[in-house]
């Protein structure tokens, strides 16, 4: 079976600071990978996703993330905060059976400082 | 752009009231999907529609029920909500086929408060 661990419920960044939000999966099969993002009050939006093509994959609003199959890892960053990076982050696996059905890790909350 | 329409953003249901949640996509995708979200526990599908009047449960199908008559429209419905049916709940459509890297597009959700 399937599944995502997000370490980390909220992650709390300067202004400027390196962003690291942690995705760890379990697969038995080769996994798609996914980042979405959600503002407050609105639905999900998909920063980025690996899908076998390049182990770095660049996402929007300069985010990106890096598939290490050795450490089942899908870890997500950005060289430098801004303050409208605040929202959560939701990493997700498709479920091997069909396209679309995504198993969700819990969330993690990022907070930017000033 | 795509886009996914949640009729509701915000409703106040009593417990036992028969609740729907109507959900509409532009683009003709063959797959919709009913999740919901709570704190803690992030994203669970309720339901899966991959074609019209097509249904598979997830993993919290338990108190809900679909209904997909049209391809552009998946409603949830609550046959009789109960006080720990209050959630988030968002819909999503997606293109089918055995691609299983496709995208799927969310709604902006319907917050729902049973009392």
């Known amino acids: 079976a399937q599944s995502v661990t997000q370490l980390g419920s909220h992650v709390s960044v300067s202004e400027g600071a390196l962003v690291l939000l942690r995705c760890n999966y379990s697969?038995?099969?080769?996994?798609?990978l996914f980042w979405y993002v959600q503002y407050p009050n609105q639905g999900l939006q998909l920063l980025l996703k690996y899908t076998s093509a390049a182990t770095l994959v660049k996402g929007i609003n300069g985010f990106e993330a890096e598939f290490k199959k050795s450490e089942t890892s899908f870890h997500l960053t950005k060289p430098s905060a801004h303050m409208s990076d605040a929202a959560e982050y939701f990493c997700a696996v498709s479920r091997s059976s069909n396209t679309g059905k995504l198993i969700f890790g819990q969330g993690t909350t990022l907070q930017v400082k000033p | 752009d795509v886009k996914v329409t949640q009729s509701s953003r915000y409703l106040v249901k009593r417990t036992g009231e028969k609740v729907f949640l109507e959900c509409v996509q532009d683009?003709?995708?063959?797959?919709m999907f009913w999740y919901r979200q709570d704190p803690g526990l992030g994203l669970r599908l309720i339901y899966f529609?991959?074609?019209?009047?097509?249904?598979e449960k997830g993993d919290i199908p338990e108190g809900y029920s679909v209904s997909r008559e049209k391809k552009e429209r998946f409603s949830l419905i609550l046959e009789s909500a109960s006080t720990n049916q209050t959630s988030m709940y968002l819909c999503?459509?997606?293109?089918?086929?055995?691609?299983?890297?496709?995208?799927?597009?969310f709604g902006e959700g319907s917050w729902l408060t049973v009392v």
């Open positions: 697969s038995s099969v080769p996994p798609y």
């Open positions: 999503a459509s997606g293109t089918g086929g055995s691609r299983a890297g496709n995208t799927i597009y």
């Open positions: 529609s991959y074609d019209v009047k097509m249904k």
């Open positions: 683009m003709d995708h063959e797959n």
